[in-house]
């Protein structure tokens, strides 16, 4: 192939040195200031989800800083690319963007959100990189990526990888070693499953970058399994067993989202599930629940735990786990029939009425004032009113008192709480802790830890401290539609005996 290269013996081992430091690095959270970075590479013009996913982004770009929208190609799309049409979709969010600065401020002018559109590799795979085929989205990855700026850059890939691995190559090409290894650190990769053979490749020749996705073949038989199936997936592959599909049909989105103006009217129906493609930034969105810091944390976006899957050669984000200590990538919910269902999907279709009525409302924004629209409400616990993880250390036995009865509405609607154990959350590289709650559904809970460690499937010995719960904080308004603002609380639990 002719994107290969021979590195001599010192870079070699700089390289591994550095992978396996990243590796490391892995397993911690993300701490900055400021919005989330996102370049998005998308095969736009394929089917209709990926234009429907933009149009959800730029209601959301007043806090995601969106670097680039690259069109690229993929397995679906393999020999045109269309940019054109995220301009067509730009243009009517500039018809609408003096109305949403009546409900939030910092909304990127369309002129900007324009000349952040790029065209990627205008061939398919791997076949379409190497030296002499860069491209425009290929060097916008690359100015975003050594921008001066300690925020990681997320890269949402909802097609083809290939103008990553472009962008990769010429990066290793002519960066020096550590430069390099700056480069890849700043990466945060959430892919929408393998649609061209650079995902892969990327895996194996830059063993240390972040990367989010459950690997599969390229023709789409195995996105059955995929945890981003669960935005929508519930009818086409008949794989969200306990999911309420109410909210993700063409009808429904007729009422809430294309008949509402502009942009409403550029958000066309799906063929065979609505944004498959959105659960790659959905995380991103400044909700309360923080879940862009780290892949196990869980949010809207889907929760991934760290291993090896079948046929990788290190570990990646992605799904499955170990069933014997029950750290897996599936959550436990409680689904529309009052049941409880455990699967990957789970992990996204549990927020779901929070997250279409949050679109929802946002659609509205673009078309009615203040006084006549809805707004998140502003949780305050223990009288903080900011939106970063409360982080409380508590011994065995120790009770704690949550306060959110200062948390308020920014229409004057009236409150409910809801506070919640989230077993899953937090499960990689720690020990997983266990509560007891009272009053979870008032302003004022109280929470009592009970275990460092929670039982395992097979006992395995006695259990050192310190153990992790994350409890989240769910406040909802009745307004139309109802909306919902988080607040996660991470308890470190240790040992009752500690001094």
Known sequence: MRT?????????????VAALAQSDAALGTDDFKGHPRVVILSDIG?????QMSIVRLLLYSNEIDVEAMIAGTSTWQKRS?????????????????????LHAQGWPTAADLDGRIFVGQTGYGMAATGAGLGSEG????????????????????????????????????????????????????????????????????????FYIVQPSAQDGNEYYYATWTGISGDIYYRNGAGA???????????????ARGPLGRVYPRFLFIMEGDTPSYLGLID???????????????????????????????????????????????????????????????????????????????????????????????????GKAPIVID???????????????????????????????????????????MENADHAVARVTATAVC??????????????????ILAVTDEGSPRLTSYRRLILTVHPSDTH
Request: proline share 6%.
């Open 81 to 101: 690319l269309h940019p054109e049409t995220m301009r067509t979709l730009v243009a009517a969010y500039g018809r609408v963007r003096d109305n949403l600065l």
């Open 4 to 16: 290969k290269c021979y590195l001599p013996f010192a870079l070699v081992l700089t390289l591994t």
């Open 394 to 436: 508590v011994k065995v036995g120790q009770s704690i008192t949550l306060d959110a009865s200062h948390s308020r509405d920014p229409d004057g609607q009236k409150l409910h709480f809801s506070w919640f154990h989230y077993p899953e959350a937090g499960s990689v590289g720690n020990r997983l802790a266990d509560l007891k």
């Open 46 to 50: 394929n089917e209709p989800d990926d």
């Open 244 to 258: 309420d599909s109410g909210t993700v049909t063409n009808e429904w989105l007729e009422s809430n989202i294309r």
């Open 454 to 471: 929670r039982p395992q499937w097979l006992p395995r010995g006695p259990c050192a401290g310190p153990g992790v719960a994350h409890v």
């Open 287 to 385: 909700n309360g629940l923080n879940a862009y810091r780290s892949p196990d944390w869980g949010g809207w976006g889907g929760r991934y735990i760290y291993r090896t899957p079948r046929g990788e050669t290190r570990p990646i984000w992605t799904q499955g786990g170990d069933l014997f200590t029950r750290v897996t990538s599936q959550d436990t919910v409680r689904g529309a029939d009052g049941r409880e269902y455990v699967s990957d999907q789970a992990t996204i279709w549990r927020w779901r009425e929070a997250f279409q009525n949050d679109f929802a409302a946002r659609m509205g924004w673009t078309v009615a004032d203040f006084a006549h629209a809805n707004h998140n409400p502003v949780v305050v616990v223990n009288g903080d009113d």
């Open 138 to 209: 290929a060097r916008a990855i690359i100015a975003a990526a050594r921008r001066d700026d300690p925020r990681p850059l997320w890269i949402s890939i909802w097609g083809g990888a290939n103008t990553l691995a472009q962008a990769l190559i010429e990066a290793r090409a002519t960066l020096a070693p550590n430069a390099l290894v700056q480069f890849i650190a700043r990466l945060r990769v959430y892919s929408i499953s393998d649609q061209d053979d650079a995902g892969p490749w990327i895996r194996r020749e830059f063993p240390s970058l």
